[in-house]
């Protein structure tokens, strides 16, 4: 079974300034995808950026990077340049490779001051 | 194209009634989920079909859960005598056909959110 833990309810960020969401997860599976999705009032999750387990190199896309530390199971989310429209809840989240269900962690809201 | 939708957008029914949440998932996406997401908390999964059948239904809490996708595509959650704690938001999604290693991307529906009186 995995399990994932998001130990901050909220976080807090002035608008352009950054901010990082922790994620730690436990898995007994070698090979393994994890995962940040967005949610905002309007519910729906949005896929924010995602890490293969196998690959070292930390996965990037636009203002969202993330610090992938497999050996002690972290995965935080970096967004950089904040901006209104990244005030949401944030979810981390994990499947095995070739798996159906995915686990999230119990979120992070993120909000955004200006 | 078109994303994942589900309706109604919110449900609010009675103790001990029937209910029936439906979603409709990307053409193509031949993967259909559903996850229930009660208050404060994330998602968690209920069930899954690989097509037509249910290939994973170990997340249905108990036997008044079932769902259904008999053409493989559009799929029904339908729970029998609605009991509180069943409020929560129920998310749907879908995605291409998980094979090999690869876990392709879940696009997720806005959601019915299910309110038990």
């Known amino acids: 079974a995995q399990t994932v833990t998001q130990s901050q309810p909220e976080m807090s960020v002035q608008e352009a300034e950054t901010v990082t969401l922790s994620c730690t997860y436990d898995?007994?599976?070698?090979?393994?995808?994890l995962f940040w999705y967005k949610q905002p009032p309007s519910r729906q999750m949005i896929l924010v950026i995602r890490?293969?387990?196998?690959?070292?190199q930390n996965a990037t896309e636009n203002r969202f990077s993330v610090n992938f530390q497999k050996a002690a199971k972290s995965f935080s989310l970096k967004i950089s340049d904040s901006q209104l429209g990244d005030a949401a809840m944030y979810f981390c989240?994990?499947?095995?490779?070739?798996?159906?269900?995915?686990?999230f962690g119990g979120g992070t809201r993120v909000l955004v001051k200006p | 194209g078109a994303g994942v939708s589900q309706t109604p957008s919110n449900k609010v029914t009675e103790k001990g009634k029937y209910v029936e949440l439906r979603c409709d998932p990307i053409?193509?996406?031949?993967?259909l989920y559903w996850y229930r997401q009660s208050l404060g908390q994330g998602p968690e999964f209920l069930i899954y079909?690989?097509?037509?059948?249910?290939?994973?239904d170990s997340g249905l809490p108990n036997d008044r859960f079932f769902a259904v996708r008999p053409e493989g595509s559009v799929s029904t959650l339908k729970i029998q005598r609605t009991e509180r704690g069943d409020s929560a938001v129920y998310l749907c999604?879908?995605?291409?056909?998980?094979?090999?290693?690869?876990?392709?991307?879940?696009?997720f529906g806005p959601g019915t959110r299910l309110t038990v009186l």
């Open positions: 999604a879908s995605s291409l056909q998980v094979r090999g290693g690869a876990s392709y991307e879940q696009f």
């Open positions: 898995t007994s599976e070698s090979d393994y995808y």
């Open positions: 890490q293969e387990a196998y690959k070292q």
């Open positions: 989240a994990s499947i095995k490779a070739a798996g159906n269900k995915l686990t």
């Open positions: 053409s193509g996406h031949t993967a």
């Open positions: 079909f690989q097509g037509t059948g249910a290939a994973d």
